[in-house]
C-alpha cells in the first residue's frame, strides 16, 4: 500500500521549480543580509587599522596624525642636527602640542622642560638661542628642548633609546641601567621606571608613525640622526 503519490512527469517538473525558486529566493535574501555585514565589518576593521596606526592612509591617517609646529620643528632640528620626527614624537608624547601645558612636577610647554635644566641647557656650548628664552613660548620651547636631546644623544653614543631615556629620568639613571645592563645600547627591560619606559615607547612609536604618514615634509630628514 503506497503512502505517498508519485507525481507524474509535469508534477515533478512544477515541482522542481517551485523549490529552485524557493531556494533562489533564500539566496539572494540571504546576500542582501551578509553582504551589508561583510561591508560593516570590512569599513569596521578598516577603521580600527587607520585609527590605531596599524595602517596608513595618508589622506585620513595625516588628519588623524598631523604635526604642528611643523616650521618651528624643522627649524631647530636643522640647527641642532637631530631628526625632526624624533623632535616631533617627542612634543606629540610630552604635551599633545599644547604649548601652554604645565606637568604637576612643574615642566612646561611643548618639550614639557624644567625651569631649571632650560637654564642649564642655555649655557651649554652648543646653544645657539637667546640668552633668556621663555619656556612658554613655542620657538624657544622648541629650541631648548632640540638642543638638549642633541645634547644627550651624543652623550650616549647615538643611543637614542638611551637618549629618550634620559629625556625623561634624567641622565644619573639612564648612567645606572646602562651599567647594569650586559653592555650595549639601552633595552626596554634596562629601563626601571615603568613612567619612562612608556614614555620611551611613545616616543619610539610616534617618531615611527610620523615618518610613515608624512613621508618627507622635513627637508634632508633622512640625513639626521
Same mark, same amino acid.
Not at 588628519?63 to 606629540?92: C, M, N, T
Not at 604637576?104 to 637667546?130: C, F, K, R
Given at each position: 500500500?503506497?503512502?505517498?503519490?508519485?507525481?507524474?512527469?509535469?508534477?515533478?517538473v512544477f515541482w522542481a521549480a517551485r523549490v529552485t525558486s524557493r531556494s533562489r529566493r533564500r539566496r539572494r535574501l540571504l546576500l542582501r543580509l551578509v553582504v551589508p555585514l561583510?561591508?560593516?565589518?570590512?569599513?569596521?576593521?578598516?577603521?580600527?587599522? &587607520?585609527?590605531?596606526?596599524?595602517?596608513?592612509?595618508?589622506?585620513?591617517?595625516?588628519? !588623524?596624525?598631523?604635526?604642528?609646529? #611643523?616650521?618651528?620643528? /624643522?627649524? +631647530?632640528?636643522?640647527?641642532?642636527?637631530?631628526?625632526?620626527? !624624533?623632535? $616631533?614624537?617627542? &612634543?606629540?608624547?610630552?604635551?599633545?602640542?599644547?604649548?601652554?601645558?604645565?606637568?604637576?612636577?612643574?615642566?612646561?610647554?611643548?618639550? #614639557?622642560?624644567?625651569?631649571?635644566?632650560? #637654564?642649564?641647557?642655555?649655557?651649554?656650548?652648543?646653544?645657539q638661542g637667546p640668552a633668556n628664552p621663555t619656556l612658554t613660548n613655542p620657538d624657544d620651547n622648541l629650541e631648548l628642548g632640540s638642543c638638549y636631546l642633541a645634547y644627550l644623544?651624543?652623550?650616549?653614543?647615538?643611543?637614542?633609546?638611551?637618549? +629618550?631615556? $634620559?629625556?625623561?629620568?634624567?641622565?644619573?639613571?639612564?648612567?645606572?641601567? !646602562?651599567?647594569?645592563?650586559?653592555?650595549?645600547?639601552?633595552?626596554?627591560?634596562?629601563?626601571?621606571?615603568?613612567?619612562?619606559?612608556?614614555?620611551?615607547?611613545?616616543?619610539?612609536?610616534?617618531?615611527?608613525?610620523?615618518?610613515?604618514?608624512?613621508?618627507?615634509?622635513?627637508?634632508?630628514? $633622512? /640625513?639626521?640622526?
Amino acid at each position: 500500500m503506497r503512502l505517498f503519490a508519485i507525481p507524474t512527469n509535469g508534477r515533478r517538473v512544477f515541482w522542481a521549480a517551485r523549490v529552485t525558486s524557493r531556494s533562489r529566493r533564500r539566496r539572494r535574501l540571504l546576500l542582501r543580509l551578509v553582504v551589508p555585514l561583510v561591508v560593516v565589518v570590512g569599513l569596521g576593521i578598516g577603521a580600527y587599522l &587607520v585609527i590605531s596606526a596599524r595602517a596608513v592612509i595618508p589622506a585620513v591617517s595625516g588628519k !588623524l596624525y598631523p604635526i604642528h609646529y #611643523q616650521k618651528g620643528i /624643522e627649524r +631647530v632640528a636643522d640647527r641642532y642636527h637631530v631628526d625632526p620626527y !624624533l623632535v $616631533a614624537a617627542v &612634543v606629540r608624547t610630552e604635551s599633545d602640542y599644547d604649548a601652554r601645558a604645565v606637568s604637576h612636577a612643574g615642566a612646561v610647554g611643548l618639550m #614639557q622642560l624644567m625651569p631649571e635644566t632650560a #637654564q642649564w641647557i642655555v649655557h651649554l656650548d652648543s646653544w645657539q638661542g637667546p640668552a633668556n628664552p621663555t619656556l612658554t613660548n613655542p620657538d624657544d620651547n622648541l629650541e631648548l628642548g632640540s638642543c638638549y636631546l642633541a645634547y644627550l644623544i651624543e652623550r650616549f653614543a647615538k643611543d637614542l633609546r638611551a637618549a +629618550v631615556a $634620559a629625556y625623561n629620568a634624567g641622565q644619573g639613571a639612564v648612567d645606572n641601567w !646602562l651599567a647594569a645592563s650586559n653592555g650595549g645600547k639601552l633595552q626596554l627591560d634596562d629601563i626601571r621606571f615603568e613612567e619612562t619606559r612608556d614614555f620611551v615607547q611613545k616616543v619610539e612609536h610616534y617618531r615611527d608613525l610620523y615618518t610613515r604618514i608624512h613621508p618627507g615634509i622635513f627637508a634632508e630628514a $633622512a /640625513e639626521r640622526v
